[in-house]
């Protein structure tokens, strides 16, 4: 689960990876548009960036909010060792 600032750190076992892993990131929250950011990436761990956005119509258009860290969001991941 994500932190108060909307990180969250996937350490991968010892010995898995040689090389940085090629990461498949999928979040799952509630209400709102959620997106996320790989922001570091190591043979040994992984750290993921969750942000959530608010949808808001401006003169009949549908627009995103600025988006805020998004804390307490559960992160799945797939990692595979890179070709």
Known sequence: MTDS???VTLAWPVGAFTAP???TIGVQ???GFRSHAITANSATATTVNVQVSAGVTLLGIGVLAVGAA???VTVHAQAVAAA
């Open 5 to 7: 600032a909307g990180n």
């Open 21 to 23: 892993p090629v990461v």
């Open 29 to 31: 929250a509630g209400a």
């Open 70 to 72: 998004a804390a307490g």
